[in-house]
């Protein structure tokens, strides 16, 4: 059974990094031809996608983030990682990380809620 | 980027009804959609892929349809496990973006 679980900081300063790790377990994130991906949910119910890893470690950001998003992964850990930098109060959203496989995502972790605030 | 208009908003309905939700894309997206449920305090949930097929474990009240820029969510026979929230979002070409989804309520 896939399961994907985020972690992360709860709360990050204005102009600081936002830092999210996507822990997976029942699936190797190097099996073809899944991508691992960041979504994030905005109070308001909007939905953004971020960006993907492939399972060959190449990456695909959304081009409004392209300046301020890195996504990496530690394969030994079956873990993949969300970075957002310069963060402002616009970023507070639900983090979620996803599976993605021909087009959609068919394995979501539960979310993890992170606050912009002083 | 492709925008997704969703409609309604908000819907409430009554438990046995047939239920509509609407995703109209900016531009020809090729059936390249999915639909997505989310229930309170969950993840969302894959539902409808390719605009029409049922993802596994989807049960068949479940429908949808569609093709170019208009498409459709149907809800058969409504049931009260039913009441979430309901996102469409278009694969088919980069950035993929989501509808703002669709608050379904029990009349």
């Known amino acids: 059974q896939v399961n994907l679980q985020e972690s992360g900081p709860g709360i990050v300063k204005p102009s600081q990094p936002l830092s999210v790790t996507c822990s997976v377990t029942g699936y190797s994130i190097t099996t073809s031809y899944y991508y691992w991906n960041w979504i994030r949910k905005f109070s308001g119910n909007k939905l953004e996608w971020m960006g993907y890893i492939r399972y060959d470690s190449s990456i695909y950001y959304n081009p409004s983030l392209k300046s301020r998003i890195s996504i990496t992964r530690d394969t030994s850990k079956n873990q993949f990682f969300l970075q957002l930098n310069t963060v402002t109060t616009e970023d507070t959203a639900v983090y979620y990380c996803?599976?993605?496989?021909?087009?959609?995502?068919?394995?979501w972790g539960q979310g993890v809620m992170v606050t912009v605030s002083s | 980027d492709i925008q997704m208009t969703q409609s309604p908003a908000s819907l409430s309905a009554s438990l046995g009804e047939t239920v509509t939700i609407e995703c109209r894309a900016s531009e020809d997206i090729y059936n390249g959609l999915a639909w997505y449920q989310q229930k309170p305090g969950k993840s969302p949930q894959l539902l409808i892929y390719?605009?029409?097929s049922l993802h596994t474990g989807v049960p068949s009240r479940f429908s949808g349809s569609g093709s170019g820029t208009q498409y459709s969510l149907k809800i058969n026979s409504l049931q009260s496990e039913d009441v979430a929230s309901y996102f469409c979002?278009?694969?088919?070409?980069?950035?993929?973006?989501f509808g703002g989804g669709t608050k379904l309520e029990l009349k």
């Open positions: 979002q278009q694969y088919y070409n980069y950035p993929w973006t």
């Open positions: 996803a599976r993605h496989y021909d087009g959609t995502f068919d394995y």
């Open positions: 390719i605009a029409n």
